[in-house]
């Protein structure tokens, strides 16, 4: 039963969800400090992928070298999202707004609609066409694992994946930004009577999170090599349901819910037709919810 | 003596109402003050408005010669005044250890590649190192670094929170209503705990509603009343005082 297509659907699947697990991580990240969700974050990912293709076609640069590239793009678009979506609503600094439902859930619907603009704005750039990264610019040279072939795109959003979230968690639990940032992330109000600057350590959230979902839409491109500017958005509601299946909090349980999504659509997809495989990231997030209220890796007191 | 930390003619209203009215007193060095009034007097929001969660609508704060009127939280908490809270905010997810680290970090301070890289500021770790362990030890929380702040009990907290408080190394620590919540032999440790510190040289504001051990502690005591100062003196003639009486103390005094 186990033959190869079988095994190369799955694996198809697994790339797929490390897309999703890419995306997630920044996402998680921002939801850990703030409680909120920065639906914005999506564009960001188009963004690094826009960005990718300017760098290999305009700018006739080696794919890696686009890098810095991206990484100036996530920084100012986290940066700009925290300016717009963000920050105004963090100006009521007595203790009832800060924890308030009501702010929390505005900053949810002003990343949405500053996420909207975006996609509408890079729409009437590149006409909502999809565009192509050159073939040879492409990370698309076949490697064989055990069998199932892989490209080397996909061993690349595996790789980083994997880096990104071993880096995260190192600077997450052992440097002081790290610990400043879980402080601010455990009781907002403590940490600032602890001398700590919010908007700081806020600022320097949106910034890593943000350059982190920009690297993965260049992964993500130069793997699949199609861009278009509405990429952004399926992806990051696949990147919030495995945010919420993963526990809310936890990156690591973000990533492995990422990778379960992925790898379900491709265990779909042996059965019913691909495009019915969408509807399996939902489903799962609904049997989630009913069975395991608090996410499959809740941390504790969190 | 000279004064550490002045209040003078603090207003703080409310929609209208004064909840602080023209309050003015000083806290002088290594000296320990009660603020007291009963319930609604104002002694949280003269707190408040002295920590930065409030500006005051009126009046002026002078810390240490330099005015910090209207000054935001972390300002105030990096030019020396730390505080606790009546209502605990230890960050209950993160480790006792790394509960009092964040309190030393405020103060040593981050650059940012010190905060990225650690071992590059061999020195400034190194003291946020050592000052969380005294701290720890201080407190007796040494046995418990690495338990999740949220799996203290609740006198365990309190002290995790003036600990943490007390790693930023303040010249003035806000204590509000340390004892509340505690237990006879816990107040009675509380109670010598806070005084070891002033005799250590620290100086202390204390929000308490705990009679006995206000009178016992402090140096000195403020009354507050509807947001009014109604008395400034020593515990034994604040007792003694007819106004503190009257609105105050009453029955049990």
């Known amino acids: 039963m186990f033959d190869s297509f079988v095994a190369g659907q799955l694996a198809i699947g697994a790339s797929v969800g490390l897309t999703y697990a890419l995306v997630a991580i920044g996402f998680t990240l921002i939801y850990r400090v703030l409680s909120a969700v920065n639906f914005a974050h999506g564009e960001v990912y188009t963004l690094g992928a826009f960005a990718t293709l300017v760098a290999v076609t305009t700018l006739k640069a080696p794919p890696l070298a686009a890098v810095p590239l991206v990484i100036v793009v996530g920084l100012a678009a986290g940066l700009g999202i925290e ?119 806020v600022l320097a959230t949106f910034a890593v999170g943000s350059i982190l979902g920009a690297l993965a839409g260049m992964v993500v491109s130069l793997a699949y090599g199609s861009i278009q500017s509405s990429m952004g958005l399926t992806v990051v509601l696949k990147a919030f349901v495995a945010m919420v299946i993963g526990g809310l909090t936890s990156i690591p349980g973000a990533v492995v819910a990422g990778v379960l999504i992925g790898v379900a659509e491709g265990a779909a997809s042996l059965w019913v037709a691909s495009a019915w495989t969408e509807m399996v990231a939902y489903v799962l997030l609904i049997f989630t919810l009913i069975f395991f209220p608090r996410g499959l890796f809740r941390r504790r007191g969190a | 003596m000279s004064s550490l930390l002045e209040i003078d003619r603090l207003s703080r209203h409310f929609h209208g109402l004064r909840a602080v009215d023209e309050v003015s007193f000083g806290v002088n060095r290594g000296e320990l003050v009660g603020l007291i009034g009963p319930n609604g007097a104002g002694k949280t929001t003269v707190f408040n408005c002295i920590a930065g969660t409030l500006a005051p609508t009126l009046g002026e704060l002078r810390f240490d010669g330099a005015r910090i009127t209207g000054f935001a939280p972390e300002r105030v908490a990096a030019l020396g005044i730390a505080r606790t809270f009546q209502n605990l905010r230890v960050f209950p997810d993160i480790t006792v250890y790394d509960n009092v680290s964040v309190g030393a970090i405020g103060r040593a301070g981050v650059s940012f590649a010190g905060a990225l890289l650690p071992f590059l500021e061999r020195g400034r770790t190194r003291r946020i190192a050592d000052s969380t362990s005294t701290a720890l030890e201080r407190f007796g929380l040494a046995a418990h670094a690495g338990t999740l702040a949220g799996n203290l009990s609740y006198g365990q907290k309190k002290l995790l929170e003036i600990a943490r408080a007390l790693a930023l190394e303040p010249k003035l620590l806000l204590l509000d209503e340390p004892a509340a919540g505690l237990n006879g032999n816990e107040t009675e440790a509380l109670a010598v705990l806070v005084r070891d510190l002033r005799d250590a040289g620290l100086t202390i504001l204390l929000v308490e509603h705990d009679m006995p051990m206000v ?39």
């Open chain 1, 83 to 201: 300016r717009v979506a963000f920050r105004p609503f963090r100006r009521f600094t007595d203790e009832a707004s800060l924890k308030s439902r009501a702010v929390r859930e505005a900053t949810l619907l002003s990343s949405l609609a500053l996420g909207i603009v975006g996609r509408e704005a890079m729409d009437q750039v590149w006409h909502g066409q999809w565009l192509a990264i050159p073939q040879d610019k492409m990370l698309n040279q076949p490697v064989n694992l055990g069998g199932v072939m892989l490209s080397a795109g996909e061993l690349a959003i595996a790789g980083l994946s994997l880096v990104l979230l071993v880096g995260l968690q190192w600077l997450l639990l052992r440097t002081r930004v790290g610990l400043e940032i879980r402080a601010v992330s455990s009781n907002l109000v403590g940490a600032q009577f602890s001398g700590i600057d919010i908007n700081r350590v």
């Open chain 2, 215 to 253: 009178m016992r502690v402090c140096d000195r005591i403020v009354v507050l009343d509807s947001g009014r100062l109604i008395a400034d003196g020593a515990p034994a003639q604040v007792r003694a005082d007819a106004a503190v009486r009257a609105a105050y103390l009453g029955d049990d005094s």
